[in-house]
C-alpha cells in the first residue's frame, strides 16, 4: 500500500474557513466521562465465578487487622469476628451493601468547571501514585521529588484537557514531618488546580489539620461538604486479606469530614496477591467488597470508589512491573467487575517501567489506558506522567499524555452507526456523476473538528515537512510547553487573604 | 501507592532454578495465532446494519473499471453490467458466495515451521507496506529505501518471535525497472527469512517471471502449489467504488499461478472513503465483498483475504494519517466484520505517523495493535517498523516491535478463568497459617515463565539499577541487536546452486 497524500487541491480553502470557526464546548469530539465498556475481558460467566471467588474469600478467609472501632462498624453490620482475630462477611451481609451502595459518585472540582460523574462506565484519566523521584529528562537522571514539583505538576494537569484530576503522584521528599508534608500536598496541589484532588493521610490524627486547611479553602465546613473537592485515597488494606489498621482509621475520620472515599487495594501480583490475574483480581474484588462494607457500616451511602488496583510484578526479579500487558489485563478486568456491580470503580492504567519519556513509555502507557477505558473503568489512576514502575514522575510525560490519552478517549468513544455515517447515500452521490472523492463534501467538513482527535505534540508531517521544520523533537516540544505552563500564573492560585491565612496558620513549605 | 519491591528472599534461588530449566515451545505463554475477539468495538446491531449498508452499495452502486476479463468472470457469476459501466452485485450472488467462500487459508512458511492458519479470529502480527524511505535512526534522517533494506528487514522478521510473517514492507528505489523490482523484492525477502512473504506485482506481465522464480525456490511448480509461501497482496480496488484494471489482472494470474490473494481495499477517510468511521468501513467491506465474488468467479474456494484496510486522514491538511485512535477504530471495526463473515481477513495496524521511534511511536504503534488483536484480525498488517504515515520503515522499530506486539499479544490471550486461576484455597492458605505471601507458592513458581511475557528490551529495573547499569538506552539496544542480526548469515539463505541459478536466470540487484 503506497503512501501518497491524495489531492489537497479539493477544499482546501474550506477546511480553512472551517478550522478557522471556533469549536463550541459541546461539539468537541472527546469530552471527560464518555462512556466505555466495549472491551469484555472476561465472559459472563468469568464474572459470576470471579463474583462467588469473592465472597467464598470473604466469608471463609476474611480479613485481619480491623481498628477497634472497625471492629464495631463491623461486627454491628453482621460481620462476624474470628477467634483467629479475623473478620468474616457472611454473603448476605455483602449482598445488601452491594444492594444499597452508592451508584454515583461527583468528584466535584473547586470552581464547579470539572466534575467528573463517577457512574457507570464512564471514562476518567488523571494522575495517582506515590513516587519518590522526578525524572530530569534534560539531564537523563533521577531526583528526589519535591513540593514544588507537585506544585508544578499540578498546574500542568490543570492546563491538560485530556488528564481529568489531580490525585497526588508524588511524595514531598523536601519535607520530613509526615503532618507537615500531608497538608502541604493539599496546598501545592490546590494552589496549582482547579480540578478534582486527591491526597492520603500518613495518620489519623493528620486528618484533622489537613481538614481544617481544606474548609479554609472552601470558605466554611458546609461549603466544603456540599462540593468536597479532594478526596482521601486510602490503602485501607495491606494484601493479602488484612485490613490496614491505621489508613482505616483515616478512612472513618475522612467519611466524619466529608471526603469522598478511594477504597485502594493494591496488591501485587505474586508477591502480595495471587499470581494469575484471576486470582489476583478475586483478591482485590474481596478486600474492596470488604471495604465497602465497612464504609456503609460508618456512614450509608457515604460516597466512595471501589479501587481494585492488581499490580503487577516481574517473577524473574521480584521487582514490581506496570508497564505490562499482564497489567492491561488486570486492570480491564477489575474495570469489568466494577461494571458488573454497577459501582464507581477505579484502578491503575498507563504506568511505565521505562526510566524516561521513549518509545517503551509509549506503547506501555497506551496499552492499559485504552484498555482501561475500554472497558469502562471511571477512574484510570496513574494515567500520566508515571514512570519506573510508579518511582518517578516526569512533567514532560505528564503534557506528552494529554495527546495519549485524548487517543485513548477517542477510542473509548467508539464508532457512531446511523444513516448518516453509514452514508450509502454518499457513497452513491460521490460514485455516481459526482467528484469521485470526498474531500469537499459537507459530510467531510462538517465532521473535520467533531470526529476527530488531533494531536498536540504528536508529528503528522511528510518527511520532507518534517526536514524543513527542523525535525521537531518530541520531548523538546513538551519541554517548551512545561516551561510555558509552568512560567505562566496558576489559575488556582488562592486569593491573596486567603493564602495569607493559610501560611499564618500553617508551616507551608511551597515557596509564595 | 508506593512502588516498593516485595521482599526479595522468598524464593528467589527456587525462582533462579526455574528460571534456568528451558521451557518447552508448548508452555511459551504467547504463540502465533492465539485467538482474539473480545474487544467489539460495534453492537450486532450495528454489525448487521454495516452488512446490509454495504450489500446495498454493491446493488445500487457497484463498481466501475472492471477489465474484460473480470467483466466475463462476474457477469457469468451473476452479477450485472450496467449502461454506465458498472458492475452491480445483487444480493442474492453475494449471499450465495459468503456461503461458499474458503473459511480457512494457510498461509504457509517455506520450512513449515511458522505456517499461519487464518480463520476464526486467530491473530497474527506481521510487516506490510510499500515506503519509500528507510529511517537512518542514528542520523535522525531519511534516506530512500533499498533492496538491500528489504533483505534486512526480512533477516530481521525472520529472528523475531512475534512478527509472524513478512510481507513487502518497502519498495526498493534502487531498481527502476518495475519488473525487475518485482522480482528482486522475492529474491531479497525469501533468501532473508522462512516465514510467509507477501508481495505485489506492478503489471500483469511482471507476474510470469516472479512466478518462475518461485517455482525454482520452492524446486518445482507442484512443490510451491502444495505450500505457497508467497501471497500477492493485491490492492484489487482504487476505492471509491472502482476496481483497480491492471491489478485485478494481476490477481487474475497469481489465482492461475497458486498464490493466495489478499484483496486490498485501502480508502482513505474523507479523501477516497466517506469521512465516517462507519462509513469508512461500509464501503471497505462492499469492495473486499466484490473482490470475493471476483476471486470465487476466478476459481471457487480459492484462497483469499478479506482485506479492509481503511486509513485515517488528517482533515486539516489532507495528509494521511495512520497513528490515530480513529485508526484504531478503523482497524477493530473491520475485524469484527471480519468475524461477522466467519472470513480470514486483514487489516492495517500499528504504523506511527511518527518520524522517529520515539514515544509518540511508541503509543500509537501500540494504539492499534491491541485493539486490532482484540478484535481479532487474523493479519494485522502494518503492524512492524512502520513510521511516517507509513512512508518510512525502520529496522530499529521493528526490532522493538517484537517486544510491542509480544505485550499486545498477552493481551489478545486474556484472562483464563478455573477454580485454579481463581486461587480462593491458594488465598485461604497463604493468609491463614501460611506465609502471608505468594512468593514462593508452587502456583507462583509453576506460572513464572508460563503466563507472563517478558520485554527482551523494555527495561524494567530501579532509577538506582538503571543508573549502574550504564542508563542502558532502548534505541541504542535495538540497534545493536540490529547489528548482531544483520552480521549473522540468514537462516533462509539458499543452497549454492540454486543461488546460481537465480541469478544466471535473473537479473539479481542483492549483492552476493
Redesign the interface.
Known amino acids: 500500500?503506497?503512501?501518497?497524500?491524495?489531492?489537497?487541491s479539493g477544499g482546501?480553502a474550506a477546511?480553512r474557513a472551517a478550522?478557522a470557526a471556533p469549536l463550541a464546548d459541546s461539539l468537541r469530539p472527546i469530552r471527560p466521562g464518555m462512556e466505555g465498556g466495549?472491551?469484555?475481558?472476561?465472559?459472563d460467566a468469568?464474572v459470576q465465578?470471579?463474583h462467588h471467588?469473592a465472597l467464598?474469600?470473604l466469608e471463609?478467609?476474611g480479613l485481619?487487622d480491623a481498628p477497634p472501632s472497625g471492629i464495631d462498624y463491623l461486627t454491628g453490620a453482621g460481620a462476624i469476628l474470628g477467634d483467629?482475630g479475623?473478620i468474616r462477611f457472611p454473603r448476605a451481609l455483602v449482598e445488601d451493601t452491594l444492594a444499597r451502595a452508592n451508584r454515583s459518585v461527583t468528584y466535584f472540582s473547586r470552581d464547579g468547571k470539572t466534575d467528573l460523574e463517577l457512574s457507570g462506565s464512564n471514562v476518567h484519566y488523571g494522575t495517582?501514585?506515590?513516587?519518590v523521584?522526578m525524572v530530569d529528562v534534560a539531564g537523563?537522571?533521577?531526583r528526589e521529588s519535591t513540593v514544588q514539583d507537585l506544585h508544578d505538576a499540578a498546574k500542568i494537569v490543570d492546563v491538560l484537557d485530556n488528564v481529568h484530576f489531580c490525585q497526588r503522584p508524588m511524595v514531598c521528599r523536601d519535607i520530613t514531618d509526615n503532618m507537615e508534608m500531608d497538608y502541604n500536598t493539599i496546598f501545592a496541589a490546590c494552589s496549582g488546580t482547579m480540578k478534582h484532588i486527591g491526597t492520603s493521610f500518613t495518620e489519623p490524627d493528620f486528618v484533622a489539620p489537613a481538614v481544617e486547611m481544606l474548609y479554609m479553602i472552601a470558605g466554611g465546613e458546609d461549603k466544603f461538604r456540599e462540593r468536597p473537592f479532594v478526596s482521601n485515597?486510602n490503602?485501607f488494606v495491606v494484601p493479602?486479606?488484612?485490613f490496614a489498621t491505621e489508613s482505616c482509621e483515616v478512612m472513618e475520620r475522612c467519611i466524619e469530614a466529608g471526603l469522598p472515599v478511594l477504597l485502594?487495594s493494591?496488591g501485587?501480583q505474586?508477591?502480595?496477591?495471587?499470581?494469575?490475574?484471576?486470582?489476583a483480581?478475586?483478591?482485590a474484588t474481596?478486600e474492596c467488597l470488604a471495604g465497602l462494607v465497612y464504609v456503609n457500616a460508618v456512614k450509608p451511602g457515604a460516597p466512595c470508589v471501589f479501587g481494585t488496583?492488581p499490580f503487577g510484578?516481574?517473577?524473574?526479579?521480584?521487582?514490581?512491573?506496570i508497564?505490562?500487558?499482564?497489567q492491561?489485563?488486570l486492570t480491564a478486568?477489575c474495570g469489568q467487575m466494577h461494571r458488573f456491580y454497577d459501582l464507581p470503580g477505579g484502578a491503575?492504567g498507563g504506568a511505565s517501567?521505562?526510566?524516561m519519556?521513549?518509545?517503551?513509555?509509549?506503547?506501555?502507557?497506551?496499552?492499559s489506558s485504552?484498555?482501561a477505558g475500554?472497558s469502562g473503568v471511571n477512574m484510570v489512576y496513574?494515567a500520566a506522567g508515571m514512570h519506573?514502575?510508579?518511582?518517578?514522575f516526569c512533567h514532560e510525560?505528564l503534557i506528552?499524555s494529554d495527546?495519549?490519552l485524548?487517543?485513548?478517549?477517542?477510542?473509548v468513544r467508539?464508532?457512531?452507526?446511523?444513516d448518516?455515517?453509514?452514508?450509502?447515500d454518499?457513497?452513491?452521490q460521490?460514485?455516481?456523476g459526482g467528484p469521485?472523492?470526498?474531500?469537499g463534501?459537507d459530510?467531510?467538513l462538517s465532521?473535520?473538528q467533531t470526529?476527530?482527535?488531533?494531536?498536540t505534540?504528536?508529528?503528522?508531517?511528510?518527511?520532507k515537512e518534517?526536514?524543513e521544520k527542523g525535525?521537531p523533537?518530541?520531548?523538546a516540544k513538551a519541554t517548551a510547553r512545561k516551561e510555558d505552563i509552568l512560567g505562566a500564573p496558576s489559575q488556582a492560585q488562592f486569593d491573596p487573604a486567603l493564602e495569607a491565612a493559610l501560611r499564618a496558620k500553617f508551616n507551608i513549605h511551597l515557596k509564595p
Chains 1, 2 share one sequence.
Not at 495517582?128 to 513516587?131: E, K, L, S, T
Not at 505474586?270 to 486470582?279: D, L
Not at 508497564?323 to 499482564?326: A, N, P, R, W
Request: proline share 5%; with cysteine; charged share 20%.
Open positions: 500500500m503506497n503512501a501518497q497524500n491524495p489531492s489537497r482546501r477546511r478550522r466495549r472491551y469484555n475481558p472476561l465472559s468469568d465465578r470471579i471467588a467464598d474469600a471463609r478467609i485481619a483467629d479475623r495517582a501514585g506515590a513516587a523521584h537523563n537522571a533521577y485515597s490503602c493479602p486479606m488484612k485502594l493494591a501485587m505474586g508477591a502480595t496477591a495471587p499470581s494469575t490475574i484471576a486470582g483480581i478475586v483478591q474481596a488496583w510484578l516481574d517473577l524473574r526479579t521480584g521487582a514490581m512491573s508497564g505490562s500487558g499482564e492491561a489485563l478486568g491503575a517501567d521505562s526510566k519519556p521513549d518509545m517503551q513509555a509509549g506503547w506501555e502507557q497506551m496499552c485504552v484498555l475500554l496513574e519506573a514502575s510508579l518511582l518517578g510525560s506528552l495527546d495519549l485524548g487517543q485513548a478517549m477517542r477510542c467508539g464508532i457512531e452507526v446511523n448518516e455515517t453509514l452514508a450509502v454518499e457513497i452513491a460521490v460514485c455516481m469521485g472523492h470526498y474531500l463534501t459530510q467531510t465532521r473535520m470526529e476527530s482527535v488531533y494531536p505534540f504528536g508529528d503528522r508531517t511528510s518527511p518534517w526536514a525535525k523533537d518530541l520531548i
